[in-house]
């Protein structure tokens, strides 16, 4: 763990404007959370936990991203 502080430390140093780097490590785990897989682990951990109140926003969320992959996949994909 230390190299990989001594080596953001260094990218840093590299960049002159800081916050870009601070900004894009934020975004990112601002994105993760709505991609598919971190969606299941926030469900599956509400339901591990026996906290059934925290599970609606979750499923819905993969409800949408299913259906507008499948959409797309509808869309997109032809048969040869």
Known sequence: MNELSVSVRNLTKSFEGRTVVVFVAIAS??????????VEIQLLKSISMGCYDNVVMPVVTLTVIAVVCGVVAVKTFRWE
């Open 29 to 38: 785990g601002v994105v993760a959370g709505w991609m598919p897989l971190g």
